[in-house]
């Protein structure tokens, strides 16, 4: 059974950086498309960026340019490195395979002084 684990969330201040980290077990981590998510107060969950098992990465043009997507394959853990964060990045962060119905329970990040 697919499971996905997040960490690492925390209250940073406008500007700050921070790492997440997403640990995956029940299928082959690293044969997989990865992707991160986030979901804000009132607002549905978005799609944040994409790691193919080849190393290319996609983002949403929000994040491009602060936010890099890695994988370290020996640990079957994903990261999500976030920088010159935004109040607007403050959300639930979710770690999913893609195509995957399976959610972990997220890992909270607060942008704010």
């Known amino acids: 059974q697919e499971k996905f684990v997040e960490s690492g969330g925390d209250l940073v201040p406008p500007g700050g950086s921070l790492r997440l980290s997403c640990a995956g077990s029940g299928f082959s981590f690293s044969d997989e498309t990865m992707t991160w998510h986030r979901q804000s107060p009132d607002k549905a969950r978005e799609w944040v960026a994409t790691?193919?098992?080849?190393?290319?990465?996609y983002y949403t043009d929000s994040v491009t340019g602060r936010f890099t997507v890695s994988r370290d394959k020996a640990k079957d853990t994903m990261y999500l490195q976030m920088k010159s964060m935004k109040p607007e990045d403050t959300a639930v962060y979710y770690c999913?395979?893609?195509?995957?119905?399976?959610w972990g329970q997220g890992s909270q990040v607060t942008v704010a002084n």
């Open positions: 999913q395979k893609h195509e995957s119905t399976t």
């Open positions: 790691l193919f098992p080849g190393g290319a990465t």
